[in-house]
């Protein structure tokens, strides 16, 4: 069965950073290409950044570009999101996403506020 749980999340100051993880079970984790996504209030869930399964191609939507990091680490059955710079407008719940599938985290809430 797969599970998908995330953690990491909290409140931060604008400006500050957090680092979200993801560890993932239930399915080869080294086969498959990962995403991270969110859902601020109201706003419909938007795709945050992408990485292929070995870690050598990532995207990023334009909002986080240059401020986020999407990593892996295989051994460790784990997908991170290193977010820096943070603004209030990258306050929402963060999912992690197996790609090309449904199975989805339960989510990590972040805040972005003084």
């Known amino acids: 069965q797969v599970h998908l749980v995330e953690s990491g999340g909290g409140l931060v100051q604008p400006g500050g950073s957090l680092r979200l993880s993801c560890a993932a079970s239930?399915?080869?984790?080294?086969?498959?290409?990962m995403s991270w996504y969110r859902q601020a209030p109201e706003k419909e869930r938007e795709l945050v950044a992408t990485i292929n399964f070995n870690g050598g191609s990532t995207n990023y939507a334009d909002s986080v570009k240059g401020r986020f990091t999407i990593s892996r680490d295989n051994a460790k059955n784990t997908v991170y999101l290193q977010m820096n710079s943070l603004k209030a407008e990258d306050t929402a719940v963060y999912y992690c996403?197996?790609?090309?599938?449904?199975?989805w985290g339960q989510g990590t809430q972040v805040t972005v506020s003084s």
């Open positions: 996403k197996r790609m090309y599938s449904e199975y």
């Open positions: 239930g399915f080869t984790f080294s086969n498959y290409a």
